[in-house]
């Protein structure tokens, strides 16, 4: 059955991804299965979506009820599932972010935050951080950082510059008379779990409402709890002007938010953005869900909890192998960063049963979902250890 799958695929799909050898068409809670029932720790939450673990029942309920009542509706149309969460939404963002604009994915909440930025400053600039990801649609594109993923689709779009991330005295020095925002991940994931200095973000806070810049948050992969608050800006105590959501905010549902202030948002005229699908009843259904889900099981302090504990093996795991480099990130979001490329890591650790992602070439990424038992953070890094410890031996003896 599974290698019919995977003809299928590979004969009809655009060859974008770089797929690995394995069928999942089942999961619950942090674990998943292949096609032969065998199951595997999911430490990615399929790149940070699954927050509140695969299929929770809440979750599917909502949806279940909502395909019964509407299944589309129109963001030109009022809809009781878009209130209600936009409602339990708005309750648990940084107070001062009040208006919400609903897309379908992240890189869309991008692409509305830099027009909302320009409609709203009348100016065109954009000043962004060396190796950020923000998306690859073309005006995400033309922030995020990744050579790879630019050269070949250039021009894009005029007006963005890029700064060293965690330096804000070289982001005072971007700044000059047309720069409408600056655009920045609290912890840069794509890119290595790279985590900036604790006085970074209320640097870039001072530094904008200074120079009369808008700040803009990309919350996309740091969001909804998985850092150990709903949203990684609360640990610093800092708003930004606008905030860019995804990935987590509908447990698996396509859905991106933009949030702005009021003020911010004022400036956009009737038109100025729409999206067919965007706000649809049955993402909503899911996003109101999964609100209800993390605040009920209290999956923002486990994230807290479960990230320090995950985090304190694994820094074992470093003592131990001198093949690591550092542990770092916050929450349930970390990196595992070796003296070199990981590719060999991630398949060990797929053929024994856990799911691990990379972050550029060097770092092993962990994203589980926030419902991960400590006996599932011991089964995995378990295995992380043994795949370190033959690694470490076979590098020794190369
Ligand atoms: C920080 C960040 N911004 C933007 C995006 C783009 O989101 P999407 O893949 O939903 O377009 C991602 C996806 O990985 C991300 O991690």
Redo the contacts with the bound molecule.
């Keep these: 059955m599974s290698e019919d799958i995977v003809r299928k695929e590979n004969e009809s799909m655009a060859k974008v991804y770089w797929k690995r050898p394995l069928t999942i068409n089942l999961g619950k809670g942090a674990i998943l299965w292949d096609g032969d029932g065998k199951s595997y720790i999911d430490m990615t939450s399929n790149?940070?979506v699954a927050i509140t673990g695969h299929c929770h029942p809440k979750v599917v309920e909502a949806i279940k009820a909502q395909t019964e009542k509407l299944l589309s509706c129109h963001g030109t149309f009022y809809n009781e599932a878009r209130s209600n969460f936009l409602e339990k939404l708005i309750s648990v963002t940084p107070s001062g972010l009040d208006r919400a604009f609903l897309s379908n994915?992240?890189?869309?909440s991008?692409e509305f935050a830099f027009k909302l930025a320009r409609r709203s400053t009348g100016k065109t600039g954009f000043i962004a951080t060396m190796g950020c990801?923000?998306?690859?649609?073309m005006g995400?594109l033309s922030a995020t950082w990744n050579k790879k993923y630019r050269t070949p689709f250039l021009p894009l779009v005029p007006g963005f510059k890029h700064v060293p991330y965690g330096n804000s005295e070289r982001m005072a020095q971007a700044i000059d008379d047309d720069t409408a925002a600056i655009i920045v991940?609290p912890i840069q994931?794509?890119s290595g779990i790279n985590v900036p200095p604790e006085d970074y973000l209320p640097q870039l806070r001072e530094l904008c409402d200074d120079r009369g810049v808008l700040l803009i948050l990309?919350e996309?992969?740091?969001g909804m709890g998985r850092t150990g608050k709903w949203f990684a800006c609360q640990h610093h105590g800092i708003t930004p002007d606008i905030i860019?959501i995804?990935?987590a905010v509908a447990s698996g549902l396509p859905m991106?938010v933009t949030i702005a202030t009021e003020d911010v948002m004022s400036k956009l005229k009737m038109g100025d953005h729409s999206s067919t699908f965007g706000g649809g009843p049955i993402a909503c259904a899911a996003a109101g869900a999964t609100i209800d889900v993390i605040k009920e099981e209290g999956l923002v302090e486990m994230a807290a909890e479960s990230g320090n504990y995950l985090m304190g093996k694994l820094r074992g795991l470093a003592e131990k192998y001198r093949i690591v480099r550092e542990v770092r990130g916050r929450g349930l979001m970390i990196g595992m960063e070796l003296r070199f490329d990981v590719l060999n890591i991630i398949m060990g650790a797929l053929e024994r049963g856990v799911l691990v992602l990379d972050a550029g070439r060097t770092v092993v990424r962990m994203l589980p979902p926030l419902v991960i038992d400590r006996g599932q953070i011991d089964a995995a890094v378990s295995v992380l250890d043994q795949i370190l410890e033959a690694e470490q031996a076979e590098r020794l003896r190369g």
């Design positions: 790149y940070g994915s992240g890189t869309e991008v990801f923000h998306g690859k649609t995400a991940e994931g794509e990309d996309i992969q740091t860019c995804s990935k991106g």
